[in-house]
């Protein structure tokens, strides 16, 4: 093989290099075109410098030289029409994809509160504003707190597991959010005066009325002197401020384990003002909730003395109360995630 044939070679390469050069417009020709000629394997020019060892000695160092000038000359060439790719292809992508930011922007939708939540908050603040603190307690609870600690005798109907949700011999999900109220007790002394809102679980079936799962909100005073008027005088001001100055507050006798004497709390109808409608059964009052004065065989389970203090309970569902002040005819609303009824709040 003679110098010549080699350098005739590495021209022909390059003569053909320049003419597909001037087709590759993108970035996968431009790839293409590269892999032919400078690929470690089979690029054409490669092929050329493995064959060096076949030629003369003498002749090799200048076919060397001639044949990198030629490889830098390729790479120069190729990384230079690289980047007019590169700024070709960038700029028509913005040309697509251009904004005009003078168009009003697409705004996210702003969540809001519950209907519960609503309630419930407003229902704290209410209490807040009497000089109340708010308090919480464990879902899962002990049937002592539950139960012993307030005064329900072993078979009373709301131990059965038909009526409470046990998730151990003597662990149950709370029926109620009283347990609160004693486990405050035990960790304070007189005065008390606090309110427990909070998630409670009964064995009760769907309906409009009814759900497994519900909300509820108790209150708890205890200090010396408390009577059965501060009780009263408290649900009337609860009631004035939640549903209004017209509404009107009465109480039943009734009985309670862990109240003596106990209540049933009406309100006068909110839908008729106390005239008498369909939802009142024409008697012109609603019950809310349960009351009463706080039992004295409470005290004995967290060292109070019962001759030195007194005190009031009471306790009604946060889902009944906004039912009413929403005019609500089905519990279930609440909890079937359905936007046309979240909205309106």
Same mark, same amino acid.
């Given at each position: ?78 990384? +230079? ?7 070709? =292809? ?6 697509? =994809? ?21 309630? !419930?908050?407003?229902? =704290? ?6 000089? &109340? +603190?708010?308090? /919480? ?6 049937? &002592?707190?539950?139960? /012993? *600690? ?10 059965? #597991?038909?009526?409470?949700? &046990? ?11 009283? #347990?609160?109220?004693?486990? +405050? ?19 009760? *079936?769907?309906? #409009?009325?009814?759900? #497994?799962?519900? @909300? ?22 609860? @009631? ?22 106990? $209540? ?20 012109? !009052? ?19 003395? $019962? ?14 109360? *906004? ?6 005819? /089905? ?15």
């Amino acid at each position: 093989m003679s110098s010549n044939d080699g350098t005739g070679r590495l021209r022909a390469i390059e003569q053909k290099f320049n003419s597909e050069l001037a087709s590759v417009h993108d970035a996968r020709s431009l790839e293409d075109i590269r892999t032919r000629y400078l690929s470690r394997k089979s690029g054409l020019l490669t092929t050329q410098l493995q064959n060096l060892g076949e030629l003369p000695k003498d002749q090799r160092a200048e076919f060397g030289r001639v044949a990198n000038q030629l490889k830098s000359k390729i790479e120069a060439a190729l990384d +230079t029409l690289q980047t007019t790719i590169f700024e070709r =292809e960038k700029q028509s992508a913005l040309e697509r =994809e251009t904004l005009d930011v003078t168009l009003p922007g697409n705004r996210r939708r702003i969540g809001h509160r519950h209907p519960l939540t609503i309630v !419930w908050k407003e229902i =704290e603040d209410i209490f807040i504003s009497m000089g &109340y +603190t708010v308090e /919480d307690g464990p879902e899962i609870e002990s049937t &002592y707190y539950n139960f /012993d *600690a307030l005064n329900f005798p072993v078979g009373h109907p709301a131990r059965d #597991p038909r009526d409470t949700f &046990y998730v151990g011999e003597n662990m149950i999900l709370r029926t109620h959010t009283s #347990p609160v109220q004693v486990r +405050t007790m035990e960790k304070v002394q007189p005065p008390v005066r606090i309110i427990c809102p909070g998630r409670v679980f009964r064995r009760d *079936a769907f309906d #409009p009325t009814h759900s #497994p799962m519900f @909300h509820q909100v108790e209150c708890l005073v205890v200090d010396e002197g408390i009577t059965f008027s501060d009780l009263k005088g408290t649900l009337e001001r609860f @009631h004035k401020q939640f549903f209004g100055e017209k509404t009107k507050t009465r109480l039943r006798p009734s009985f309670f384990p862990f109240v003596e004497p106990g $209540a049933e709390v009406d309100i006068s109808c909110v839908f008729c003002d106390g005239s008498g409608c369909r939802v009142c059964k024409g008697t012109g !009052w609603i019950e809310v909730m349960g009351a009463g004065m706080v039992h004295p065989n409470l005290y004995g389970f967290v060292n109070y003395d $019962a001759e030195k203090y007194t005190g009031f309970a009471f306790g009604g569902g946060i889902d009944r109360y *906004a039912m009413l002040k929403y005019n609500i005819n /089905d519990l279930q609303l609440f909890f079937q995630n359905e936007m046309r009824f979240l909205q309106q709040f």
